[in-house]
């Protein structure tokens, strides 16, 4: 099964944006694949917020604020949340995922968003 | 609204098997277009796919613990369940059960989750 990488820890002061990224290996093509986003507090099920494939195609969780938003970077191969106007709130463990055919989800490491 | 609740040992010994069930509320198995899936997470860790079912019985298993895993349904108890083989130590772990909608291929909703911690 393909691997995600994700940045182990990223932060960011309360109100800046934090950039988390997605990278799929080589052999995927991130243009091909839905990204989608998770996001799991201490204690809790992760939470889905978000997939993206283009602009055009894409779809927010229900509840999940507008400062969440998905995006790709095909040069790097990589997909991206960013979190506008980051609150306390917001400080979590996040989780990319994609389909691949004929097999299960596979998950990104995870990235530990600290909001400073 | 649809919830999903795992239940089961939270302690199972080394090398005897892992039994987990998922009720489903609030809406049937049995009306389709969900993989009724498990999910792991060991402690401090990321999240590990066991596998899932469809309601008419078809399932699909991580390739890593195919040997191990078995994914059985229930529809008349609007259930289903995992049961992983031979555990040990490296089976400690949270386990989640989760509906994955067919259409968008979102996971959600999810179970609380259960601690299992394999032990003796």
């Known amino acids: 099964q393909p691997v995600l990488t994700q940045p182990p820890s990223s932060s960011a002061s309360p109100g800046e944006s934090a950039r988390l990224t997605c990278t799929l290996p080589?052999?995927?093509?991130?243009?091909?694949?839905?990204i989608y986003w998770y996001q799991q507090k201490p204690g809790s099920p992760p939470r889905y917020l978000l997939y993206?494939?283009?602009?055009?195609?894409?779809?927010?969780g229900s509840g999940v604020p507008s400062r969440f938003s998905g995006s790709k970077d095909a040069s790097a191969n990589t997909g991206i949340l960013l979190i506008s106007g980051l609150q306390s709130e917001d400080e979590a463990d996040y989780y990319c995922?994609?389909?691949?055919?004929?097999?299960?989800?596979?998950f990104g490491g995870g990235t530990k968003l600290t909001v400073l | 609204q649809v919830q999903l609740q795992e239940s089961g040992p939270g302690l199972v010994k080394p090398s005897q098997t892992l039994s987990l069930t998922c009720t489903v509320s609030?809406?049937?198995?049995?009306?389709?277009?969900?993989?009724w899936s498990w999910i792991r997470q060991h402690p401090g860790k990321g999240l590990e796919w066991i596998g899932y079912?469809?309601?008419?019985?078809?399932?699909y298993y991580n390739p890593s613990l195919k040997s191990r895993v078995t994914i059985s349904v229930d529809t008349s108890k609007n259930q289903f369940s995992l049961k992983l083989s031979s555990v040990t130590a490296a089976d400690t772990a949270v386990y989640y059960c989760?509906?994955?909608?067919?259409?968008?291929?979102?996971?959600?909703?999810w179970g609380q989750g259960t601690l299992v911690t394999v032990s003796s």
């Open positions: 993206y494939y283009s602009d055009s195609d894409k779809g927010q």
């Open positions: 995922m994609i389909w691949p055919s004929n097999a299960s989800g596979v």
């Open positions: 079912i469809y309601y008419s019985g078809s399932t």
């Open positions: 989760a509906r994955v909608e067919l259409i968008t291929m979102i996971v959600g909703p």
């Open positions: 080589s052999d995927i093509n991130v243009g091909s694949y839905n």
């Open positions: 609030g809406g049937s198995i049995s009306s389709g277009g969900y993989y």
